[in-house]
């Protein structure tokens, strides 16, 4: 997530899509505030905004 945050302005990335393999993978990618793109539901994005946002969260 952190070289996803640095490079996002220089290389035009917005997003970190991940593809879930099972149905549970599917619902860990889920829990941790990535969305569906529909129509592909076993894909995942999450939005670097989110991205920033939780690495400036306290650990």
Known sequence: MLR???VAHDAGVFA???QALSEPA???WLSRRF???LPRPM???MTLQIVR???AEPA
Do not use: G, N, Y
Request: no cysteine; net charge positive; proline share 17%.
């Open 16 to 18: 970190i899509p991940p």
């Open 53 to 55: 946002a939780i690495l």
């Open 43 to 45: 894909t995942r994005m």
């Open 4 to 6: 996803a945050v640095s």
């Open 35 to 37: 969305v569906e793109p």
């Open 26 to 28: 599917r619902r860990f």
